[in-house]
């Protein structure tokens, strides 16, 4: 079975600070990994996705992700956080393209001026 | 164009009685996801149509919860005999074969 956890369900950054949001999985297939940003009363943004091609992926935003199998980790990254970034962050696994996702709890991020 | 839409934006109703929420993919999209988001169970996956294939119902919690995809294209959940801890945000997604998904504003389900 998949799982995915998001240490962290509360993070508060500066803005113009680095932005680090963790993510690890489990799964006993090469897994498909996502990340997804929700702003109040809307629904899911795809941020970035990996496929097994490159480890380090980058996303809309100015948002990556760097994929670690020794690890088991997809953490989310923003050198640079600005205060529309304040938003929930949602990773998530699935076992092939396309298939069901199975989502974290979700991170709330908050950016203080 | 259009994005994926979802019918209709909140809905209240009475325990016991029958809800129908409705989701229109994004055209051409083959696969249809529906997922359930909710404070104390965060976000769970509930079924998923891909073509002509049998649905994947795996996520279903009882069978209280149906859904159906008419003609490859809109989908119908339906949630029979409505009890309080049905309530939540019910989003959908659409995507093309093996691609990534693209979700809906949900409807907010309350159950009184």
């Known amino acids: 079975a998949q799982s995915v956890t998001q240490l962290g369900s509360h993070v508060s950054v500066s803005e113009g600070a680095l932005v680090l949001l963790r993510c690890n999985y489990s799964?006993?297939?090469?897994?498909?990994l996502f990340w997804y940003v929700q702003y109040p009363n809307q629904g899911l943004q795809l941020l970035l996705k990996?496929?097994?091609?490159?480890?380090l992926v980058k996303g809309i935003n100015g948002f990556e992700a760097e994929f670690k199998k020794s690890e088991t980790s997809f953490h989310l990254t923003k050198p640079s956080a600005h205060m529309s970034d304040a938003a929930e962050y949602f990773c998530?696994?699935?076992?092939?393209?396309?298939?069901?996702?199975?989502f974290g709890q979700g991170t709330e991020l908050s950016v203080k001026p | 164009g259009a994005g994926v839409s979802q019918s209709p934006s909140n809905k209240v109703t009475e325990k016991g009685k029958d809800v129908e929420l409705r989701c229109d993919p994004i055209s051409g999209h083959t696969a249809l996801y529906w997922y359930r988001q909710s404070l104390g169970q965060g976000l769970e996956f509930l079924i998923y149509?891909?073509?002509?294939?049998?649905?994947?119902k795996s996520g279903l919690p009882s069978d209280r919860f149906s859904a159906e995809r008419t003609g490859g294209s809109v989908s119908t959940l339906t949630i029979q005999r409505t009890q309080q801890e049905d309530s939540a945000v019910y989003l959908c997604?659409?995507?093309?074969?093996?691609?990534?998904?693209?979700f809906g504003p949900g409807t907010r389900l309350t159950v009184t």
């Open positions: 149509f891909q073509g002509n294939s049998a649905p994947d």
């Open positions: 799964s006993s297939v090469p897994p498909y």
């Open positions: 990996y496929t097994s091609a490159a480890t």
């Open positions: 997604a659409s995507s093309l074969a093996y691609s990534e998904q693209y």
């Open positions: 998530a696994v699935s076992d092939q393209q396309g298939g069901k996702l199975i």
